[in-house]
């Protein structure tokens, strides 16, 4: 069964001020996505960033980037110029390729922006 | 978003008490999806659904059921709700490029009691 892992339960960071997110996963597939998913106070699940597997090139979004490495099986969210907007749960979340496939989501983690 | 609504948004409910929740989507999307948040969880699967009385387990769907008749609404129901139920569920269709972005709806906070 696939697993994600999001090793930091908390983090913070100054406004203005740079700060990446760790997520691992395990598969045996070689065709699948993952995403980033922000989930302010108000509950709604955003989404942040996807990446699919057969792409050697990270996706950015803004100020939002991912590090993907697919060998390592390795996909941290990396937030520039962070703002207190940015202050959220996120989720690392895999999904194998195919129609009905479910998204697995790791534990989260909780961004802190100070000001 | 209009695409998806869960409804209540908030219950309080008796231990043992059934509970139905339901999700209404308006974009005619095959596959619909129950998940739970709980602290420490993350979101896990209860139920999916690919399309109308087709429905399959999660891998936390013990003391839930759901139903399918029209392709817009997928119903979870506690069949005797109990106070570890207690969580946020949110419910999710496919959308996006090649339909592989969950978008969720806005969650229903159900707490037993």
């Known amino acids: 069964a696939q697993t994600v892992t999001q090793s930091q339960p908390e983090m913070s960071v100054q406004e203005a001020e740079t700060v990446t997110l760790s997520c691992t996963y395990d598969?045996?597939?070689?065709?699948?996505?993952l995403f980033w998913y922000k989930q302010p106070p108000s509950r709604q699940m955003i989404l942040v960033i996807r990446?699919?597997?057969?792409?050697?090139q990270n996706a950015t979004e803004n100020r939002f980037s991912v590090n993907f490495q697919k060998a390592a099986k390795s996909f941290s969210l990396k937030i520039s110029d962070s703002q207190l907007g940015d202050a959220a749960m996120y989720f690392c979340?895999?999904?194998?390729?195919?129609?009905?496939?479910?998204?697995?989501f790791g534990k989260g983690t909780k961004l802190t922006v100070n000001p | 978003d209009a695409g998806i609504t869960q409804s209540p948004r908030h219950k309080v409910t008796e231990t043992g008490t059934p509970v139905t929740l339901r999700c209404h989507q308006t974009?005619?999307?095959?596959?619909m999806y129950w998940y739970r948040q709980d602290p420490g969880h993350g979101l896990r699967l209860i139920h999916y659904?690919?399309?109308?009385?087709?429905?399959d387990k999660g891998e936390v769907s013990d003391g839930y059921s759901v139903s399918r008749s029209k392709t817009e609404d997928f119903l979870l129901t506690l069949e005797s709700a109990t106070s570890s139920q207690t969580s946020v569920y949110f419910c999710?269709?496919?959308?996006?490029?090649?339909?592989?972005?969950?978008?969720f709806g806005q969650g229903t906070r159900l707490t037993v009691v």
């Open positions: 979340a895999y999904r194998r390729q195919g129609g009905s496939e479910k998204l697995v």
């Open positions: 598969t045996s597939e070689s065709d699948y996505y």
């Open positions: 659904s690919y399309g109308v009385k087709d429905t």
């Open positions: 974009e005619n999307h095959r596959y």
């Open positions: 990446q699919e597997a057969y792409k050697q």
């Open positions: 999710a269709i496919y959308r996006g490029t090649g339909n592989t972005e969950a978008f």
